[in-house]
């Protein structure tokens, strides 16, 4: 079981050198804390307002400073900041997220990522921009207890700027090469004074392409993004709030798989497809809640209700065998009614309302309902011959219509049993079910298509309980140490098995359960010139849901297939050694490996126990140095220079460990003049022009890691 020894620890401390992620708010919460001292940092990661410190578990915080000043566009940008987390998608910006090796492989993710409070239900529907941000809080290890499904791996919480009693906004623009821009503003203000507050944000996110499709050498990736967010803060009677966030964003994508066939022509070949059919991804999504706080004396009650939706099609059909062939291309246009994703979620909490006594406890409600349409046609062209296609010019139509409902009670309270110690309990109960109709025909583009797989419903259902215990000891008031068990789940469901039809068309696969046990130390040294956190963790994960793809039908199968052991150490330093000077240094090694493994061969199962786990570098690490000196004479301008380094170690992209990017480093700096209120910096991204393997489907075709990138942001706050 135990997988670290001295020399093994001693390796790390070597190769992580001088590495390191920000967690650190340089935000003074105290006037009497000097500027040669690092100020407290408060999260919401247990759903209440905390000290981070205090909080018994592996948390990260990054708050809007740090966000400005590492140039945070997007939720993938912030791998290699956070210890042991991994973000990549194909380049349709659906992201796979992966904390400890507890990576997103479906439609259901591991990570849970909250928006103000909204759980972004699925890959769907979650916005991947980040824009007007107050803090980000990554939550390691599982968090079934207060965040119930999808949590296993842990929680990514993104929360934007709160209301203003003043008049406050910004405007902010980013310019680089490959035709990046990025253009930000947003406005709050007060309405009606102690009463009414409003806000809004916009950006506009646009991109020319990294990518030429040598099919006939035009660019191929161009991107541009429109989010829109606003939100109404009403003060409506003695304690109470209602709070309306809207968010909205509209994509297109006229590259949304840059993808070269195989991992050597990725490398060998960088930014380069070879693709005969070319389309627009339209991906729009709307995210809209409503919230109800009550504070009372004794306790606090919110209420929160949201709605999520997404519509995502082709607008022609898009290659889907990477290649110049007419083989075979993906068709999903067909009309609003298919190809959406809709949730509406339900929660109600209620919670102590002083905080620092004996007993601080909450207790909750969740529910949700689900719908998602879809219909997918995969057409065999001339080329179909090539792709094991007997005949061609036909479509296989696939329909899916998956609806679901669920609803879970929750409950979380920390007992103080002596000045000095702290015991956490909680405990969490889901119920979920599950229908899922699935059809087949065939359309040879005349008369009505064929049906060859009649409709066909299934139903599944499930409960999931999801523990939580904690102990917490201060040592002395800047060190603490704890240790906890937490667990988690991802849900099980119904999936295809594939379009032959003399197979049955229904397989229902379990959930995945995670165990986590960790033990850490939290401390300031040196009178708070130095934060250190640091946290070794063992994590099992049983009934691992494994998705295949089924070509050249492209249907994705979902089974269980083996269980998984996860465990490693984390660490995060924060230092200011001088008023000037920040450095800060994160690492995260992990271990995560198969103990049991199944999968299909050419002549039956094949046993890969003890193979890695995908999406998982076994090492992240990065050092981030700045240096704020005085602009010659000004009380209130700085010079600003920030170099970091990012290294993320050997991982693999197939259950099979047959394709893998071996460890790489990525470095980037940026220079300027920077206030409270301004910004004008030159920077620049992965400066060597790294070339590495970011994404790989588990057949081989692969997606590269951005190139060198460079430009200029200018800002103003008021």
Do not use: C
Not at 400 to 425: E, H, P, R, V
Not at 449 to 468: C, L
Request: glycine content about 8%; aromatic content about 14%; charged content about 20%.
């Amino acid at each position: 079981m135990s997988i670290i020894n001295t020399q093994n620890l001693t390796k790390l401390f070597l190769i992580g050198g001088l590495s390191f992620a920000t967690q650190i708010s340089f935000a003074q919460t105290n006037d009497t804390i000097p500027e040669t001292q690092l100020g407290e940092v408060m999260v919401t990661a247990q759903k209440e307002t905390e000290n981070l410190q205090k909080v018994p578990f592996s948390v990260s915080a990054i708050d809007d400073r740090k966000v400005e000043e590492m140039n945070l566009w997007q939720t993938k940008d912030l791998r290699g900041y956070i210890p042991n987390l991994y973000s990549s998608n194909p380049g349709d910006n659906r992201n796979v997220i992966s904390i400890r090796g507890i990576t997103t492989t479906s439609y259901e993710p591991a990570v849970a990522t909250y928006v103000d409070g909204v759980n972004q239900f699925g890959l769907d529907t979650y916005f991947f921009l980040l824009n007007d941000v107050e803090r980000i809080e990554v939550l390691r290890g599982p968090q079934g207890t207060l965040y119930g499904r999808n949590a296993m791996g842990g929680v990514m919480n993104v929360i934007t700027k709160p209301k203003s009693d003043d008049l406050s906004g910004f405007i902010r623009t980013d310019i680089g090469n490959y035709g990046f821009s990025r253009i930000a503003a947003g406005l709050k203000t007060m309405v009606l004074p102690q009463k009414l507050y409003a806000g809004f944000s916009v950006l506009s996110d646009k991109l020319d392409g990294y990518y030429t499709n040598l099919y006939n050498d035009s660019n191929f990736d161009k991107q541009k993004n429109t989010l829109f967010a606003g939100n109404v803060n009403h003060l409506f009677a003695k304690n109470w709030e209602a709070i309306l966030n809207f968010k909205s964003n509209a994509g297109r994508n006229n590259g949304p798989f840059s993808l070269a066939p195989d991992p050597d022509s990725a490398i060998e070949n960088p930014f380069e497809v070879n693709q005969n059919a070319t389309t627009e991804m339209v991906d729009n999504s709307q995210n809209i809640s409503l919230v109800f706080k009550n504070t009372g004396p004794k306790f606090n009650f919110s209420s929160q209700t949201a709605y999520q939706n997404n519509y995502r099609y082709y607008k022609t059909p898009i290659d889907g065998d990477f290649s110049p062939i007419d083989g075979v291309s993906i068709v999903n246009d067909y009309g609003n009614d298919w190809n959406t994703f809709s949730v509406w979620t339900q929660e109600f909490r209620l919670a102590s309302a002083e905080k620092g006594q004996k007993l601080n406890w909450q207790v909750g409600f969740f529910g949700f309902t689900s719908d998602a349409p879809t219909r997918q046609g995969v057409y065999f062209g001339d080329d179909a011959a090539l792709v094991g296609s007997p005949i061609s010019n036909f479509t296989t139509l696939n329909t899916n219509i998956a609806s679901g409902y669920g609803y879970a009670f929750f409950g979380q309270a920390t007992y103080s049993l002596t000045d000095k110690l702290k015991l956490t309990g909680g405990l969490r109960s889901d119920y979920e079910k599950k229908e899922l109709t699935v059809g087949q025909e065939l359309d040879f583009g005349q008369g009505d298509p064929m049906v060859t797989q009649p409709d066909t419903t299934g139903n599944v259902s499930y409960n999931a309980i999801s523990p939580k215990v904690a102990l917490a000891y201060q040592l002395a008031k800047t060190n603490e140490i704890y240790g906890s068990y937490s667990r988690g789940f991802r849900p099980g469901g119904l999936t295809q098995i594939g379009s032959d039809p003399s197979n049955p068309p229904l397989f229902t696969y379990d959930p995945e359960f995670s165990n986590n046990f960790e033990i850490g130390s939290k401390n300031y040294f040196f009178n708070r010139r130095v934060r250190a956190n640091v946290t070794v963790f063992y994590t099992t994960i049983s009934d691992v849901q494994i998705p295949g793809i089924i070509l050249p039908d492209a249907i994705i199968v979902t089974k269980n297939a083996g269980d998984l052991t996860s465990a490693g150490i984390e660490w995060e330093i924060n230092t200011i050694p001088t008023n000037d000077l920040s450095i800060d240094w994160s690492f995260g090694y992990t271990h995560a490996t198969f103990d049991n493994l199944m999968l299909p061969g050419e002549s039956g199962e094949v046993d890969y126990s003890g193979n890695r786990q995908i999406f998982t570098p076994k090492m992240t690490s990065m050092v981030a140095a700045q240096w704020t000196p005085q602009f010659f004479n000004s009380t209130t301008l700085d010079w600003m220079l920030r170099g970091e380094w990012l290294y993320f170690g050997e991982q693999f992209f197939n259950l099979e460990n047959t394709i893998s990017q071996d460890g790489y480093q990525i470095a980037n700096t940026k220079f300027g003049v920077v206030s409270d209120t301004m910004e004008l910096t030159v920077w620049a991204k992965n400066i060597f022009d790294t070339t590495y393997i970011d994404y790989a489907y588990n057949f081989g075709p692969s997606h590269v890691g951005n190139p060198a990138t460079f430009g200029l942001t200018a800002m103003y706050k008021f």
